[in-house]
């Protein structure tokens, strides 16, 4: 599961607006905060996300680069 501030380059086209993963505002722990406590990772709502991103990763970067992260994707 992937968790990232949105910052101005690069998370957002990354995790496809919030559709592979979850952004949170820049600087706002609190909601950090919030979305740790709520995370649970065997729910649907993750595991979609988490196969929205495997999808992604694996369809437009490089093997060497989104190896490890495949990887780690096909353990969960």
Do not use: A, R
Request: contains cysteine; hydrophobic residues 35%; glycine residues 8%.
């Amino acid at each position: 599961m992937i968790i990232s501030s949105n910052c101005k380059v690069g998370p957002s086209e990354i995790l496809q607006s919030g559709k592979g993963g979850i952004l949170f505002k820049v600087g706002n722990h609190d909601g950090l905060y919030s979305i740790l406590k709520k995370l649970n990772i065997n729910s649907k709502y993750i595991k979609k996300k988490i196969d929205t991103s495997y999808k992604y990763v694996k369809k437009n970067f490089q093997k060497d680069i989104s190896l490890s992260f495949i990887k780690l994707i096909e353990n969960i």
